[in-house]
């Protein structure tokens, strides 16, 4: 006869058991993660491989260019004098289409399978991330195929961020939860990197090529999450995490006089049950304007709204500066600016970490917020005047930029979609995401497309510019922070009165 496992040991296996399915949650939709911001970056490092000065360069044999045109080796129509702003148009092809798309898109995350969103959002940018580098190999050199692709592209790649988002929300609780997100969201810059480094292999010679690589990459992950996303704990016998919701009523039913003992134990049995049995009865999901009226969802997504403005503006613009000003190659231009996303991972598990520390999400972005401006500012003035200072201020500038960036939309976006105010309602944290994201993704596609208006201006006016928006970003979380403040002063107060009610005791 089959003796039964002590409870020590039973704990310990289900415990593994869990770990072992939410460590495999990360790592799966990390992957998916990466591979959405792999195919963004390979246009930042191409620019400056479809308008260069071709002076140097040999001009082949039977080419019907003037001997002195300096044009003669650009991608038409990016051949032209005017070519920042027809970049910058096709970045904001691709930003603009992102931008309106996610607000959409968490609707329908919240409504359709994680998992049949996640993998047709991924074949499709796949397929689009490889139609741009596809017009290297037909010759196509009309604007409009380019800029149209580029706004398919964005419209699909809007099914990534809330549907992981979500996942990972659905897995993990709010313990630590800063830390196992900041850690996490790297995802966004190992993407970035990626991207840049295989698209350097080829942007000298094939340049198509560094399209048609990270989109091939794309879509084989989007096999891979069709065949083994799991998107709710209960869907493999896991136990569920706990919300703030959840806590909060538990909190309020041990506090409330008129149940006793009997009746809370009953009630929190039968609501265990309730997650544990039941878990296909799933709340409804939040309206739009309903998660609007979330306590922070405004003044959060209003400041991503300039944080992301500047990293991406960094994103998209960071090789071309390096190879303006610098000079170097279109390779090493791409391969340093790396040096940036670097950074940014150390700086969203470093935000991660303090935030969770100090239980302070608002003054933790604040602080890297007014850190990043003179950053910015002396990276423009001295990060160029050796290789050495530019590998420390790029690396600096990407954790203080970044930093907050990806608090706000991974722990941020995940604490205010299971707000104790929506009762355990975890249904609300796509469209949650979705708005914070898509606020942010409005700044995402203005700071490339001020850029490209700016720069022939000079690039000083460019980093003004960044600035500026840096120190707005601060501003809207001002009301955030001072509440924040009130609470550890409320804490301290209370901490201190039960220091003396107990010495007093004694």
């Not at 990390?30 to 792999?38: N, P, S, V």
């Not at 409504?111 to 689009?128: D, H, Q």
């Not at 000003?325 to 670097?342: C, I, Q, R």
């Not at 006016?461 to 707005?472: G, P, Q």
Request: with cysteine; net charge neutral; glycine share 10%.
């Amino acid at each position: 006869m089959r003796s039964s496992l002590a409870p020590g040991v039973w704990f310990l296996r289900a415990f593994s058991r869990d770990s072992w399915y939410r460590g495999f949650i990360l790592l799966i939709t990390f992957l998916i993660y990466t591979c959405y911001h792999m195919s963004r970056k390979p246009i930042s490092v191409v620019k400056s491989r479809l308008h260069h000065n071709c002076s140097e360069m040999i001009q082949p044999i039977g080419d019907t260019h003037r001997l002195n045109d300096t044009t003669w080796c650009n991608w038409a129509p990016f051949d032209q004098s005017n070519y920042k702003e027809l970049l910058g148009a096709v970045d904001n092809a691709f930003l603009v289409a992102y931008a309106i798309g996610m607000f959409i898109s968490g609707i329908f995350g919240e409504r359709l399978p994680l998992r049949y969103y996640l993998t047709a959002g991924m074949l499709l940018s796949g397929l689009f991330t490889s139609l741009f580098g596809l017009g290297y190999f037909w010759n196509i050199h009309a604007l409009w195929y380019f800029v149209l692709i580029q706004i398919c592209n964005g419209l699909v790649q809007t099914t990534g961020w809330p549907s992981v988002v979500t996942c990972v929300g659905n897995w993990f609780g709010k313990g630590k939860r800063g830390l196992i997100m900041g850690i996490w969201n790297s995802h966004t810059s190992v993407g970035n990197i990626l991207g840049s480094l295989i698209a350097g292999v080829w942007v000298d010679e094939q340049w198509g090529l560094s399209f048609v690589v990270p989109g091939i990459i794309t879509a084989v992950m989007g096999l891979v999450t069709f065949f083994f996303l799991i998107e709710y704990p209960e869907d493999v016998d896991c136990s569920p995490p706990q919300h703030h919701g959840e806590l909060e009523e538990n909190v309020d039913n041990a506090e409330d006089p008129g149940n006793g003992p009997h009746s809370n134990r009953e009630n929190g049995l039968e609501s265990a049950v309730t997650l544990s049995k039941e878990p296909s009865a799933q709340p409804a999901a939040i309206s739009f304007f309903g998660a609007l009226w979330i306590p922070g969802v405004v003044e959060f997504s209003l400041c991503l709204l300039f944080a992301k403005l500047v990293s991406y503006t960094f994103l998209y613009w960071l090789p071309l500066y390096i190879f303006n000003v610098v000079h170097f190659t279109a390779k090493e231009s791409g391969d340093l600016s790396t040096l940036f996303d670097v950074g940014g991972i150390a700086g969203g598990i470093l935000a991660g970490l303090i935030s969770d520390y100090t239980n302070g999400r608002a003054t933790t972005c604040c602080v890297m917020l007014i850190l990043a401006a003179p950053t910015m500012f002396l990276y423009n003035y001295v990060g160029q005047s050796g290789i050495s200072i530019s590998i420390v201020m790029l690396l600096t500038c990407g954790a203080l930029v970044n930093g907050p960036y990806a608090l706000i939309t991974t722990a941020v976006s995940a604490d205010l979609g299971t707000h104790k105010s929506l009762k355990g309602n975890a249904k609300a944290l796509s469209t949650v995401t979705a708005i914070i994201d898509g606020t942010g993704s409005i700044g995402a596609a203005l700071g490339p497309l001020l850029a490209g208006l700016i720069s022939p201006t000079g690039w000083n006016n460019v980093f003004y510019m960044l600035i500026t928006a840096d120190i707005l970003a601060c501003l809207f979380l001002c009301r955030l922070v001072y509440k924040e403040i009130l609470g550890w002063r409320s804490s301290l107060s209370r901490d201190r009165g039960s220091s003396v009610a107990l010495t007093h005791a004694r």
